[in-house]
């Protein structure tokens, strides 16, 4: 079963057109879309259908890819559906599409503490195998 990830941008549009950029929101890392993403660019309401948003991870992923000066373009048409259908969403803010050192250094710290999480789990799975 594949997944229409635009059907997914249009069914969360309007919750997502809501959540607004706010100057105190944190900032965070996703490690399933290796991507940057702040407190506020996910609806508060959300609880218990997190899965309804899991089409966001690719626009995460793109702006990430933006961020570090080399875009992914796979990601490119969900970014501009998103962008056509909730213009107004945090994510979007010029402060978080515009590339910065702070940024990439805040990513690559990120991604390598990402990384030694996954090396530790997979490590604990060849254990649980041989044991």
Same mark, same amino acid.
């Given at each position: 079963?594949?997944?229409?990830?635009?059907?997914?941008?249009?069914?969360?549009?309007?919750?997502?057109?809501?959540?607004?950029?706010?100057?105190?929101?944190?900032?965070?890392? *996703?490690?399933?879309?290796?991507?940057?993403?702040?407190?506020?660019?996910?609806?508060?309401?959300?609880?218990?259908?997190?899965?309804?948003?899991?089409?966001?991870?690719?626009?995460?992923?793109?702006?990430?890819?933006?961020?570090?000066?080399?875009?992914?373009?796979?990601?490119?048409?969900?970014?501009?559906?998103?962008?056509?259908?909730?213009? *107004?969403?945090?994510?979007?803010?010029?402060?978080?599409?515009?590339?910065?050192?702070?940024?990439?250094?805040?990513?690559?710290?990120?991604?390598?503490?990402?990384?030694?999480?996954?090396?530790?789990?997979?490590?604990?799975?060849?254990?649980?195998?041989?044991?």
């Amino acid at each position: 079963m594949s997944v229409d990830f635009f059907a997914c941008l249009e069914q969360i549009a309007g919750k997502m057109d809501q959540a607004r950029f706010s100057p105190e929101a944190k900032i965070d890392y *996703n490690l399933f879309a290796d991507a940057l993403v702040w407190s506020d660019e996910y609806p508060s309401d959300i609880e218990g259908q997190r899965a309804d948003y899991d089409c966001v991870k690719l626009l995460l992923r793109y702006r990430t890819t933006l961020l570090l000066g080399n875009p992914d373009n796979t990601f490119k048409p969900y970014w501009e559906a998103g962008k056509r259908l909730f213009p *107004n969403w945090a994510g979007f803010h010029v402060s978080r599409v515009t590339p910065t050192e702070e940024l990439r250094q805040q990513f690559e710290s990120f991604h390598a503490r990402g990384e030694r999480h996954i090396q530790a789990w997979e490590r604990l799975c060849q254990q649980k195998k041989g044991g």
